[in-house]
């Protein structure tokens, strides 16, 4: 079974629409987090939610709109698509969000999302 | 912002050599971790390092840590062509929800 598991693995759409990635662990951990890689392989931190709670919101447009209806899932919704929003977007899980049981994060395969 | 910084950008060698990357840090951190990343997957988990050790060891890992010098090093020894991959360091600071990554070492180990 995997254990943080992304859709879509890859999405390729038009500038200007709206697309949604989800995300789903079976980990039973408490935090999940958006990292967005860009093509020079810099990872950057998005969002993080522990326990449905929105913990984490670095700066990024509006347009992106995290979503977390229970503890497993967290979805990313992004409006208006920019060309610079080209990216592998990657979910991922700890337990608890603070102190040695956030210490490891297991990741998702990530979802690459093209804006053409 | 921006706290691993991994050096260097690139590494190529013969397969069974030894292979070391280092990692550059600003601020203080509570512990120091090491990933991969094979081409085109997520990011897996190596070994982690608390504040307060110096030198961590798994299987054919060797990570240290000096804090004094904000920096640590991955080697892994005997290297094969699996190993072939990104790695990144990433710290998490003391009292801090957030994991940070450095930009990650692509090392090519050629059979």
């Known amino acids: 079974d995997t254990a943080v598991s992304q859709t879509p693995k890859y999405l390729v759409t038009q500038m200007g629409n709206d697309k949604s990635i989800k995300c789903e662990q079976n980990?039973?951990?408490?935090?999940m987090y958006w990292y967005k890689q860009d093509s020079k392989k810099f990872l950057k931190i998005m969002f993080s939610y522990n326990n449905k709670e929105l913990i984490i919101n670095e700066t990024v447009p509006n347009r992106f709109s995290p979503k977390s209806p229970d503890k497993a899932h967290l979805n990313l919704h992004i409006n208006s698509l920019e060309l610079g929003d080209s990216a592998v977007y990657f979910c991922a899980s700890s337990q608890g969000s603070r102190g040695s049981g956030a210490n490891v994060l297991t990741f998702g395969a990530g979802s690459r999302l093209t804006v053409l | 912002s921006q706290q691993g910084e991994e050096d260097p950008q690139a590494l190529s060698i013969q397969e069974g050599e030894n292979a070391t990357m280092n990692c550059s840090y600003k601020?203080?951190?509570?512990?120091l971790q090491w990933y991969r990343q094979n081409s085109g997957r997520g990011l897996v988990h190596l070994i982690l390092i608390r504040s307060n050790e110096r030198e961590k060891h798994s299987g054919r890992l060797r990570v240290t840590l000096d804090t004094s010098k904000k920096s640590s090093s991955l080697l892994i020894t005997a290297s094969r062509a699996a190993d072939t991959a990104s790695y990144f360091c990433?710290?998490?600071?003391?009292?801090?929800?957030?994991?940070?990554f450095g930009k990650g070492t692509k090392l090519s180990v050629i059979p």
């Open positions: 990433a710290t998490r600071g003391a009292g801090s929800y957030q994991l940070t």
């Open positions: 980990l039973g951990h408490d935090t």
């Open positions: 601020t203080s951190i509570n512990n």
